[in-house]
């Protein structure tokens, strides 16, 4: 099963059960009713198109049958059946909280699941997050045992019958956009309402055991490694924290895309900072960081990927605290205040304050983006370490200044 079909589903998780065509998904959306009914109109199947040298489509078939989030009874039949082993969740960095009375949520659905499980076999079952957080495994198990400490027999089936695993799961595949049904038309002959567009690169690495069945993701590359965190350092602070840098700066310095961000010299060397300052905190060869970043710059300028920095800027407050953070307490523990940091943290700031951000936290985030003390308020609200810190707040507030007085970013700086 899964949880929160989208794209990224789509070009990761189900491309790997591909080539175990024992396995089947039942996927599950969170509320969008259109996809699943255009997936089921075809069977589960879709095109993934892979822009590249060769411009590839593939067809791929690891979806049984697609549901939308609404349909209760079916996720809680599926999800009790002993023939349903393994559950994927992309539910997005924000869905990691846990359950509130009478509120919908990933973790109340998951919660739900799990107690009829329980209650009709209880058979083992195995979880595996594939969100972009750090021990994303460890943050899912914590959630559910808060959630569940007031029923110590739910509770104790969970700990000996749920596994998590960890994972790092890395495919740049944007959302769709117009365009993308006519180009995998034109280049397979195939009709469908529903394609993917993702980038040749994969990357899936698991931690942890498994309580009953799985795919053989490995025979498409998956690995399982003994420890995990090093990798998800790379690849959050590495990738997702020049993504976060580059939609911030990019949006503001009149940008769409990523290519179109990484292109902009200023930005690249705003990038090239960032990864200089987060390569002295990773414990990775410095010739494999080399490499890592070489990649990273050729897979952000690819042709054929129209990866929107609007999207990438979205849930700041749930992205910024894994992707820049931690580097950024290294810096401060070796007495440093790291300007790229400094730099996407205003950059930030003045997107929330120009009422373009889009984040579960909108309001509060707003409130403070205009209040007269908007930048210690603001840090505060992302993380009160940090909005304690008297220098950095000093150094954003110049930063944000700047910005709102020229219009634009990276004029003077850079
Ligand atoms: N797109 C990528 O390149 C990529 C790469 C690595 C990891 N991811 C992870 O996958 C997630 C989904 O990415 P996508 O590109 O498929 O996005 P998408 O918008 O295509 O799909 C997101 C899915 O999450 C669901 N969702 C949204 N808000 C939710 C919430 N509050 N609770 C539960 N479910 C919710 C949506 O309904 C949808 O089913 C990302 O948030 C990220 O953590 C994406
Ligand atoms: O998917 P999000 O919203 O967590 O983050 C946006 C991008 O940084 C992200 O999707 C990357 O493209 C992805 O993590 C690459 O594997």
Known sequence: MHLGL???????????????????????????????????AQEGAYTMRVPGEADAVEAIGAISRAHAGGEVEPWLRDLASPEVEVLTLTVTEAAYAPPEPGRDSATARLLAGLRGRYRANGAPITVVPCDNLPANGAVLRSVLRASVSDDAR????????????????????????????????????????????????????????????????ERRGARFVDDIDVYASRKLWFLNGAHTLLAYAGLARGHRTIRDAVNDGRLAALVQEWWDTAARHIAVDPA?????????????????????????????????????????????????????????LAAWLRHVQTGQARDPRDAELAEAARSTDAVRRSLLALDPEIGADDELVSAVGAEVRSMAGRGSVLTTRR
Do not use: M
């Not at 589903?9 to 080539?19: P, V």
């Not at 897979?299 to 992707?323: N, V, W």
């Open 288 to 344: 494999e960081i080399a490499e890592y970043r070489r990649n990273l710059l050729i897979r952000f300028a690819a042709r054929g990927i129209r990866h929107e920095l609007a999207q990438i800027a979205h849930d700041g407050s749930q992205k910024i605290p894994a992707r820049l953070l931690p580097v950024f307490r290294a810096e401060r523990a070796a007495g440093r205040l790291p300007a790229p940091v400094v730099f996407g």
């Open 154 to 217: 739910f509770a104790g089936w969970i700990e000996d019958h749920v596994s998590i695993v960890s994972t790092v799961v890395d495919r740049i595949t944007p959302a769709p956009v117009s365009g993308d049904a006519e180009a995998a038309a034109r280049l397979s002959g195939l009709r469908d309402a529903a394609p993917v567009v993702a980038e040749p690169f994969t990357e899936w690495l698991l931690c942890g055991s498994f309580a009953a069945g799985r795919p053989r993701w």
């Open 6 to 40: 989208g794209s990224f589903h789509r070009s990761h998780q189900a491309w790997y059960t591909a080539a175990a065509p024992d396995w089947g998904i039942a996927a599950y959306t969170f509320r969008n009713t259109e996809l699943p009914r255009a997936l089921n």
